[in-house]
């Protein structure tokens, strides 16, 4: 299977997974924006970048980080990526990292050491 079906396949169960949840109002595939999943809770909304390699190219890497600086404070922005991309995008086999809107560089930064280090 390729990255970029991995991606696809990891993209559409991090939906599933928000869909079954029951505090959750709505889950969007956000195909034009920034992000690739908008969640929409009673009181916040989660926008997610999924990754299967969990690689974010420098400008991604800025628009993930000026879209936490603009966001305001119950909108949160993860990065769901697998913890081993040779192996499926199951749901047991992804993890997340979340850019913080008070220091998202140093966010992004720890989450490039998370990828390099697995």
Known sequence: M?????GKHLEKNVRRHYRKR????????????????CVVFKDKIYLIE????????????????????ETPDNVKVFIYYLKDPKKSAGWTNKTKTQ???EHPEK???R????????
């Open 2 to 6: 390729t990255y970029s079906r991995r």
């Open 22 to 37: 029951s505090d959750v109002l709505e889950v969007f595939r956000d195909t034009y924006g920034k992000t690739d999943v």
């Open 50 to 69: 999924c990754k299967s390699r969990g690689y974010v190219n420098p400008k991604e890497r800025e628009e993930l980080i000026e879209l936490a600086k």
């Open 99 to 101: 850019i913080k809107q």
């Open 107 to 109: 966010s992004m930064q």
């Open 111 to 118: 989450h490039q050491k998370k990828v390099k280090d697995r």
